[in-house]
Structure formats: C-alpha cells, structure tokens
Nanobody, 126 residues
C-alpha cells in the first residue's frame, strides 16, 4: 500500500501550487482521502478531505476558499489545488486515506487515518 505525494516546492506569497497524491497497492475507491500538513514545531493538522465518491468535501477554516481538494477514482489519486498561498501555509503536506468512505469533522484527528504518504514540502516566501 503506497501513497505517493508530489508537487511541493517554493512559491511566493499569493501564488499557487497543486499537490498530487497517487495511490497504489490496494483500491482506495471506497476510501475517504485527505491532506494534512505539519509545520516545524507544530502538530500535524487536517487541511482537507474528500469522501470516496468525491461528492463530499471538508476544509479547515484556515484554507477554506483558497484550497480545493479533488479526486480521480479512475486514477485513484487526490489533488490539492492551493491558491492565494500565505507564509503560514509553509509545511510538509501529507496525503492520507482511511478505511471508510466518509469524512466528517470528527475525522480531523490524524489518528483516524490509516494510510499515509510521505510528505511533500511547501515553502511560501514573502
């Protein structure tokens, strides 16, 4: 089981980046998927999540209106489009998946997610 994240990099404040996460090793078509991030010295925090169908999405208040999560069940991938980036968005971003198809506000806890990819670093400069 592998989740491979990509797309991180250095961007100026106000710019955009698109992160991608490709899944392999098992079918995640019935799994909720999401993105978390962890800044230096801080705990891992929920960023966005999508249900298995893609019909339901959730966002942290700090990124709502700026980030958009989407998934492609044919490719078994999930993307995070990030716009209007701020310095506070600087962090390692991790994609995750869980063994149930739904995602709710209770699932913002990283402990609720069973599968994790490696982090991809996003650095926003002023």
């Amino acid at each position: 089981v592998q989740l491979q994240a990509s797309g991180g990099g250095l961007v100026q404040a106000g710019g955009s980046l698109r992160l991608s996460c490709a899944a392999s090793g098992r079918s995640f078509s019935r799994s909720a998927m999401g993105w978390f991030r962890q800044a230096p010295g801080k705990e891992r925090e929920f960023v966005a999540g999508t249900s298995a169908s893609g019909g339901s999405t959730l966002y942290a208040d700090s990124v709502k209106g700026r980030f958009s999560i989407s998934r492609d069940n044919a490719k078994i991938s999930v993307d995070l489009q990030m716009s209007s980036l701020e310095r506070e968005d600087t962090a390692a971003y991790y994609c995750a998946a869980r063994n149930v198809p739904h995602v709710t506000w209770r699932d913002r806890d990283a402990g609720q997610w069973e599968y994790w990819g490696q982090g991809t670093l996003v650095t926003v400069s002023s």
